[in-house]
């Protein structure tokens, strides 16, 4: 009974992944600002000139394939000259993959500031490794974990219609953050908007577009990370 539990998880975890759309992930690749390691923990996008001492560990969401993001947080790269290591969950899953954030932060040694943040469930796993970090931004998600007691610098950026991390959730869950965590609402931003892999179930409709949701959270966590001591 045991290894069929096991192996039905398994297969769920395999099952339904949502790929990244061909077209940004494209654009990404293509785009000479920006140098693109593939490791086996995650995808590092690094400056392709000029120093990088600050760097953003992005964790996906849940069954979401980690180069959906890559376009989404290729402006923190190319404008701002931020490193993102975008990881690669164990069974697609972050609640699954018990790494530490020393696995992530290694890939890219010249960094000197990191910040860790995700998007939806890899948001909440983030949270259970912020104080390894010098800083927590969550991107359509909310902590589990009880921070509120530390002095972290805190962004939280949501969509104003987001059916999953709804509004409500993320105030009811507000509480768990330092009093002065930065809240941010992306006008138009749905769930999904938050990365390029399609529609998701439950969700609610974007209607804020792809190239104004990269700049919106281009400027939102720059400003943020440009602000750390």
Known sequence: MLVLAVAGVVIWTQVGVMSAEAAPLAAVRADTAIAITDDAAG????????????????????KV???????????????DGITVVITKPWLNIAFFD???????????????TWLVGGHSLGGVRACQLATD?????????????????????????????????TPDKIADAAHLLPASAE??????????SFGDYGTQSGDGTAT??????TAEI???VGGFAASLP
């Open 208 to 213: 804020i577009s792809d190239p104004e949701m």
């Open 43 to 62: 995808i590092v996008m690094t400056p392709a000139s000029g120093d990088s001492t600050s760097g953003l560990v992005f964790i996906p969401g849940a």
């Open 133 to 165: 970090a010098d800083a927590l931004v969550l991107f359509a998600s909310y902590c589990a974990t009880d921070i509120s007691g530390t002095d972290l610098p805190v962004l939280s950026i949501s969509g104003s219609d987001d059916g999953l991390s």
């Open 98 to 112: 018990l790494r530490p954030l020393t696995t992530f932060t290694a890939l890219a040694p010249d960094v000197t």
């Open 183 to 192: 809240f941010d609402e992306i006008a138009g931003a749905s769930h999904a």
């Open 65 to 79: 394939d980690p180069w959906a993001y890559a376009s989404r947080l290729s402006g923190l790269v190319a404008d």
């Open 218 to 220: 281009t400027t939102l």
